[in-house]
């Protein structure tokens, strides 16, 4: 059952149910999805809540079709989502794309899965590149925010059916397994943001207006030069405007470790312990992957002495870290593949090491 709003009151409740429960909060009317592990919970629960309240629930007959349902029911206007993970996220790329080009608010669920391939369930970090470089054709962004904890998956949750429609562009929330599946306690509120008017774009029937036609293709190369323009001067906005970011203890560090997700939790009690030992170290992370905060990790850079990169895959996030720092100080990286956090005692000797065994 959906939560009700009471503010101040909190439960102990799985990731996956807690995104779950913010969709149909934030007025979600339809959810089109297909199962697959480790988010599974997210459409089992919509499949019996969504019809409860009259809203539509399909169990899609793949990863494509559910997508691309999602792509129709927005067109019209309304809130609609899917979820899944990994693997399944790769076959929705295509039309990603397209929902991008089409300027539709389309927010997606994606919990990460061990990988490439099939891979196994257990956490990983290792689809960053997928969320915020995308493999759809052409040049297009989602906007994609990262939560670290449950409370955090009903926060951003809400935010993305807020930016979708804020911006007309199809939003990512980007978690892992380990975050859809721990039980944290949560606090539920009503949706606070305002709703978006898309009378002047949604498809619903012309009604005495002109008619009107969504579609991505652009016969003439002017056309599409104009549309990327724009498109991009629309990121631009998202850019100024959406940027989101968490520091800890950074006020007067002079190292600096950077992690998003679930892995900056550890990083967080790595500091501390850092911290009681008298070496100056602090914590950041990217609530928002795209847009990345490039020019705040840039002004940190300008003040410490180097940055540790840590990330459940082989080196992902690292790289725009190092894009945004523009060779001002040393960017190291410590990765795990695949499976639990990196332990918080293995943070803190690495952190010793690399400020000279202090």
Same mark, same amino acid.
């Given at each position: 059952?959906v939560?009700?709003? !009471? ?7 799985k ?6 429960? +913010?969709?149909?909060? /934030? ?15 997210i ?9 409860e309240?009259? %809203?539509?629930?399909?169990?899609a007959?793949?990863?494509? /079709? ?5 792509i ?14 990994s693997? /399944?996220?790769?076959l929705?790329?295509e /039309?990603l794309s ?10 997606l ?10 891979g ?5 970090q290792g ?5 915020? =470089?995308?493999?759809?054709?052409? @040049?297009?962004?989602? =906007? ?9 998956? =009903? ?7 807020y930016?979708a429609f ?9 978690a892992?397994g ?5 039980m ?5 509120y ?5 709703e ?12 005495? %207006?002109d ?12 056309d599409?030069?104009?549309f990327? @323009?724009?498109?991009f *001067? *629309? ?11 968490e ?10 470790v +950077?992690a998003f997700?679930s ?5 967080k009690? +790595? ?8 070496? *100056?170290v602090?914590?950041f992370?990217p609530?928002?992957?795209?847009p990345f905060?490039?020019k ?13 990169v840590?990330? =459940? ?7 725009d870290?190092?894009? +945004?720092?523009?060779? *001002?100080?040393?960017? !190291?990286?410590?990765g ?9 005692e @293995?943070?803190?000797?690495?952190i ?7």
């Amino acid at each position: 059952m959906v939560v009700e709003c !009471l503010t101040g009151t909190k439960v102990l409740m799985k990731g996956n149910y807690a995104i779950a429960n +913010a969709a149909v909060l /934030a007025g979600c009317q339809c959810y089109f999805g297909y199962p697959i592990t480790p988010q599974s919970e997210i459409g089992e629960f919509m499949s019996g809540k969504m019809q409860e309240l009259g %809203r539509a629930y399909v169990s899609a007959e793949s990863e494509l /079709a559910a997508i691309n349902m999602v792509i129709g029911a927005v067109s019209t206007g309304v809130k609609a989502m899917s979820s899944s993970a990994s693997c /399944a996220i790769s076959l929705m790329q295509e /039309a990603l794309s397209y929902a991008t080009s089409d300027q539709l608010p389309v927010v997606l669920v994606s919990v990460m899965r061990g990988g490439p391939g099939l891979g196994n369930i257990y956490p990983s970090q290792g689809d960053y590149n997928q969320a915020t =470089i995308g493999g759809g054709n052409g @040049d297009y962004h989602l =906007i994609v925010l990262a939560p670290s904890n449950v409370q955090e998956c =009903i926060d951003l949750t809400y935010k993305a059916f807020y930016l979708a429609f804020k911006y007309r562009n199809p939003t990512m929330i980007l978690a892992d397994g380990l975050l859809g599946q721990m039980m944290e306690p949560v606090e539920f509120y009503e949706y606070p943001y305002p709703e978006i008017d898309t009378s002047s774009w949604a498809l619903t029937g012309a009604k005495g %207006r002109d008619g009107r036609v969504i579609r991505s293709y652009a016969p003439l190369a002017s056309d599409q030069c104009v549309f990327l @323009d724009n498109l991009f *001067k *629309k990121y631009e906005l998202i850019e100024q405007n959406e940027v989101e970011y968490e520091e800890y203890m950074t006020d007067d560090a002079t190292f600096v470790v +950077a992690a998003f997700g679930s892995m900056y939790r550890n990083v967080k009690s +790595a500091v501390k312990i850092c911290r009681e030992k008298g070496l *100056k170290v602090g914590a950041f992370r990217p609530v928002t992957l795209y847009p990345f905060p490039s020019k705040r990790l840039s002004e940190l850079a300008d003040r410490v002495d180097k940055i540790l990169v840590t990330e =459940i895959n082989m080196g992902q996030m690292v790289r725009d870290v190092r894009l +945004a720092v523009n060779g *001002k100080v040393p960017v !190291l990286f410590k990765g795990k593949a695949v499976g639990s956090m990196i332990d918080v005692e @293995d943070l803190v000797e690495e952190i010793e090491k690399q400020m000279g065994g202090v």
